[in-house]
């Protein structure tokens, strides 16, 4: 079973950098997967922030893009979320996930985030 | 980039009701179309994939259907632990993934 864990600082100053890791148990960050970052304000619905997979490659929110860095370390099996310039605005729980899938009869690859970290609140205040 | 619209924002249903939530898509999606179910405080969880298919360990009270731009989770009769929200979320596009506002399932 798979299991996915954030951590990092709870309190974030602004114009300074959130920073997150996501450590991977139960399952190696190296398979066929890629791994997400989703946040969600208080109150508010989900946003999907970027991914990485584990050859480095990378795919970010446009609305983000310019302010996000995701990195993934293989030797410790976890993967991090950097985001720079941070407002009030960037105050949210934030989720990793894994984003696996299923084929179809026809050899369809279906993706969808079949696995989820339990989420840490971030807070943006000086 | 694809948009995801879900409709109602916020539903009141009772116990044993048939609740269907939609989703409507900017573009078309194909079956590209995950439903996820949020309870306070707790991480999303993976109801629907590919449309239609349910995602082990989810009752069967839950179905999705559609494809294209249009898509529907339906809960055949609800009980007291469906009430959460519920969202959809795109995975057609490989570069972005998008999530519908999401439903808010309350008791009436």
């Known amino acids: 079973q798979v299991q996915l864990q954030e951590s990092g600082p709870g309190l974030v100053k602004p114009s300074g950098t959130l920073s997150l890791t996501c450590a991977v148990s139960?399952?190696?960050?190296?398979?066929?997967?890629?791994w997400s970052w989703v946040r969600q304000p208080p109150g508010k619905g989900l946003e999907w922030i970027g991914e990485?997979?584990?050859?480095?490659?990378?795919n970010y929110n446009p609305s983000l893009k310019s302010r996000v860095t995701i990195s993934v370390d293989k030797s410790k099996n976890q993967f991090s979320l950097k985001l720079s310039s941070v407002t009030a605005a960037d105050t949210a729980v934030y989720y990793c996930?894994?984003?696996?899938?299923?084929?179809?009869?026809?050899?369809?690859?279906?993706?969808?985030?079949?696995?989820w970290g339990q989420g840490t609140l971030v807070t943006v205040s000086s | 980039d694809i948009q995801m619209t879900q409709s109602p924002s916020s539903l009141s249903a009772s116990v044993g009701d048939r609740v269907t939530i939609t989703c409507r898509a900017s573009?078309?999606?194909?079956?590209?179309l995950n439903w996820y179910q949020q309870k306070p405080g707790k991480a999303p969880k993976l109801l629907i994939y590919?449309?239609?298919s349910l995602q082990s360990g989810v009752p069967s009270r839950f179905s999705g259907s559609g494809s294209g731009t249009d898509f529907t989770l339906t809960i055949s009769s609800l009980q007291p632990e469906d009430f959460a929200t519920y969202y959809c979320?795109?995975?057609?596009?490989?570069?972005?993934?998008?999530f519908g506002q999401g439903t808010k399932l309350e008791i009436k």
């Open positions: 996930a894994r984003e696996g899938g299923y084929y179809d009869s026809s050899g369809y690859y279906y993706p969808c985030f079949d696995y």
């Open positions: 139960g399952g190696s960050i190296s398979s066929s997967n890629w």
């Open positions: 990485i997979y584990h050859s480095g490659s990378t």
């Open positions: 573009q078309s999606i194909s079956s590209y």
């Open positions: 590919a449309a239609s």
């Open positions: 979320q795109q995975s057609y596009s490989t570069l972005v993934d998008t």
